[in-house]
């Protein structure tokens, strides 16, 4: 038996006397370990996958630029949850599975400040607010764990419960929804066809891009930022040149948590608030930030760009199946590349 | 002890037990049965499945809700659309456990702590989302209703008394797989993984394999779990998946503690007394059960159990200290 060319990494002791007596699948262990060779598979695969998208979409024709833009709103949406989830992943460690509580809390907030002032934006900065502050408070429970990863995500649950809980307490179990502002209300004609848009849903994909560019100024162009990517790399040689990480992990949870009531405001808008929706949306952005690789931002964004678009696709051609086609795609994607499309190994790359 | 001496004292175990279970019946009234002590058990079993996985291997699963839905879904859709016999059924059902847990490992065999307890959620969350959306086989919304409970020996599994003691066989003898396996080598391959990964690795274990037999092992708790369950319902839907139910697990397991796989009943009879009596002083039950949970996570890190063995052991301490005053001052007066 000859030696396989190229680099392959080297095997585990048992593996290589295993596969020595079988000669296929050695040969299969080689060209799975080859980056090369994994990249030219992911590439026909996803190629084989646009193919079928194309197709499909011409089909219906015009309706796939719905399809698109629903995709590129839901992916917009996705994105305002992710990146504060994996923001607090990375630098805290913290699986905060709280996070689709603080979105409905976020955007029934946001509802009582509509119902009372009736001015939207008025009304998603204080529910941005006020998830915000819920964020810091569970942060503040939080520490009392001193860092005990498993513990703390069993008091997020935990506290996911007693959320919706309240939230069906004080607001009911009737799905209700914001009013958007009036600037945005109506729809919009798509040019070069006879559609119309919501103009909202159209403002949601904005907001998110803003909300991307505001997370990258923050990140990569102030001193919070640059202290909490040094977080994200080495929190002990952080808190040792003397700066106070509780500070920064506070600010990096309310920030999340803010991010979170905007999403519930402008999910709360377009579609509904109500009960097990946190749930929904928790579930979304879960495997956005998993395919996207834990605690990486632009990670999240690409994630959330493809879990929104194939969501959209696949609950217009195939409903029934639509769940399944989502998940069966974070598992290609963990089957490629286990840490998810940016994660890395060790520790997260922001 | 040597085997030889180890066989009486089991059997003494064995009918110290089976006389405990012949006795509750007598001892509670019909709808403490029903209410409580089935209900306890039934979670207790599907409780233990996930309390063999963080304690045994160290492996956080939420997915464990799909692998009792698997089970008992089966079960229904078998003998409801298919017209199968019950038993038949039944033994697809157990058998689905191991097989949908070998399943769920094999997607995870690469993640552990966080990353799998993330993975796994969504799992579970995907299983209950796909009962509500294929209507072709899982019936959607509604799920299955009006299943019939088997006959046993001509004793009906819908009646109280029967029902009672065929969950109580099927609790001890999945302890006592559990516990068989424990002491297995595979038993200790898991421990190893649970204590250190890469040494496992070190000493030629596929961390992937021992991964996947874990799950496997720990589904067919959540199985018979799934099955028991249906029969006490007469029914299963999406409902009996959601989210509140992968958390119910969780909270029944952390409660109970992972340092004893028996914990889980503990805990499982903690959130059934909960869920039942707490409704006649608030009408946030679930905010009470959220509260609760939170504080023991907060409180222990082996759950309800720990507290107990802490109070216990500062108890013991105390009485130490003060005997050791005690011989002291008698001391100084002899001197």
């Known amino acids: 038996m000859h030696p396989p060319t190229g680099a392959a990494p080297p095997a585990g002791r048992r593996e290589r006397a295993e596969a020595a007596s079988d000669p296929l699948r050695y040969r299969l262990s080689a060209f799975s370990q080859r980056p090369e060779a994994r990249r030219l598979f992911g590439a026909a695969v996803a190629l084989l996958l646009v193919y079928y998208a194309a197709s499909k979409s011409l089909e219906i024709g015009d309706r796939s630029l719905l399809v698109l833009l629903n995709g590129l709103t839901s992916a917009g949406l996705y994105f ?271 | 002890m040597p085997a030889s001496r180890r066989l009486p004292a089991a059997g003494a175990l064995l009918v110290l037990i089976g006389a405990a279970i012949a006795a509750v019946p007598a001892l509670v009234s019909d709808f403490v049965l029903l209410q409580i002590v089935i209900k306890s058990l039934w979670l207790g079993i599907a409780g233990m499945s996930l309390a063999f996985l963080i304690g045994q291997a160290g492996l956080i699963s939420l997915a464990q809700t799909a692998v009792f839905g698997a089970s008992g879904y089966l079960m229904a859709i078998l003998v409801l659309d298919h017209g199968l016999t019950i038993w038949a059924a039944v033994a697809a059902a157990v058998a689905a456990g191991p097989v949908a847990g070998l399943v769920i490992g094999a997607i995870s065999r690469r993640s552990s702590d966080l990353y799998l307890m993330m993975l796994t959620l969504a799992i579970g969350v995907f299983t209950f989302f796909f009962a509500q959306q294929y209507q072709p086989i899982t019936r959607g919304h509604t799920g299955f209703n009006g299943f019939d409970a088997p006959l046993l020996f001509g004793a009906d599994l819908s009646e109280r008394k029967p029902l009672f003691y065929v969950s109580a066989v099927a609790a001890v003898a999945v302890v006592a797989l559990f516990r068989l396996v424990m002491r297995t080598p595979a038993g200790l391959a898991f421990r190893g993984l649970r204590d250190n990964r890469d040494r496992l690795q070190a000493l030629g274990y596929s961390t992937s394999a021992t991964t996947i037999s874990a799950f496997a092992v720990s589904g067919f708790a959540a199985g018979v779990g799934g099955v028991i369950s249906v029969w006490y319902n007469g029914a299963i839907s999406p409902g009996s998946i959601d989210i509140t139910r992968i958390i119910e697990l969780l909270i029944v397991v952390t409660i109970g503690g992972t340092i004893r796989i028996e914990g889980a009943f503990l805990g499982a009879l903690v959130v059934t007394l909960l869920r039942n009596y707490a409704n006649e002083y608030t009408n946030r039950t679930e905010t009470l059960v959220g509260a609760a949970f939170m504080a023991i996570v907060l409180l222990s890190r082996h759950g309800l159990l720990g507290i107990l063995l802490n109070v216990k052991s500062l108890a013991l301490k105390a009485l130490r200290f003060f005997r050791g005053q005690r011989m002291a001052s008698e001391k100084e007066a002899v001197a």
């Open chain 1, 80 to 350: 305002l949850m992710a990146s504060g989830f994996t923001l607090v992943f990375g630098l805290a460690r913290v699986t905060n599975l709280a996070h689709g509580g603080i979105y409905l809390l976020g955007g029934y907030a946001a509802l009582s400040v509509q119902r009372a002032t009736d001015n939207w934006l008025a009304a998603t900065a204080l529910g941005a607010l006020f998830a915000g502050g819920v964020s810091v408070v569970l942060y503040q429970v939080l520490r009392l764990l001193r860092g005990d990863g498993l513990r703390e995500t069993m008091l997020t649950l935990g506290a996911t419960i007693v959320i919706a809980d309240q939230v069906l307490a004080k607001w009911g179990g009737i799905p209700t929804d914001l009013d958007p502002p009036s600037f945005l209300r109506g729809s919009i004609d798509l040019p070069g066809s006879a559609l119309l848009y919501p103009k909202f849903r159209l403002a949601v994909v904005a907001l998110a891009l803003l909300a991307g560019l505001v997370l990258w100024v923050l990140l990569y162009r102030t001193r919070l930022g640059m202290l909490i990517r040094a977080g994200v790399d080495d929190p002990d040689m952080v808190s040792i040149l003397g700066i106070r990480v509780p500070l920064v992990l506070g600010s990096v949870f309310v920030l999340a948590g803010a991010l979170a009531g905007i999403a519930g405001a402008a999910g709360g808008t377009y579609l509904s608030l109500a009960q097990g929706e946190d749930n929904r949306i928790l579930l979304a952005s879960l495997i956005v930030v998993i395919a996207g690789g834990l605690g990486s931002l632009r990670g999240a964004g690409a994630a959330s760009v493809i879990v929104g678009l194939v969501e959209a696709f696949a609950q217009t051609h195939h409903p029934v199946l639509s769940v399944l086609i989502t998940f069966g795609m974070l598992i290609a994607i963990l089957a490629l590349r286990p840490h998810g499309l940016m994660g890395g190994a060790d520790h997260a790359r922001l």
